[in-house]
């Protein structure tokens, strides 16, 4: 297997803390494309997604208490962290995956954090795929080619990406 899962992650208090900030009405969503255009596996018009980034340097709410949990059981440094964002998928009719993609060319690891259960899915271009289950967490090679996805049995797709050097 090239990547590693962890079921629930976090502590339940720390999940459902986690859960209700991202869920939160409050929460600011910026909307833009899932992959570049030219990876784009799906037609064009759902290449759109909801995204909250969440910056080191601007260590807000989001910071201390969605990511700031998971780096300190990972034990991952704030100056090794690329990029931290929560992506926010609306359902869709039928599941859209949307295009393979790595996240960065930097030698690094990506984290996929799953916040809530959900038929989508993270799809690897050598067929392996893994569920969005809550609170799960998965580590691999940021040089590995993956698709998200939407769901259709939620209205929201809510993971944490986290891109990271060692």
Partial sequence: ??????????SDF?????LSIVEDDNTTWRCGEVVFEELLKCPIQFNRQFSHFIYVEDKSTMYYLVL???LKILNIKDEDIIRAKIN???ATENIIEHGFHIDTEIKSKTIIYYFNTNNGYTLFENGNKVESISNRLIIFDSSMHHTGTTCTNKSNRYVLNINYTE
């Fill in 1 to 10: 297997m090239d990547f590693k899962i962890i079921d629930n992650f976090l």
């Fill in 88 to 90: 926010n998928n609306l």
């Fill in 14 to 18: 720390d999940y459902q803390l986690a």
């Fill in 68 to 70: 700031s949990p998971i």
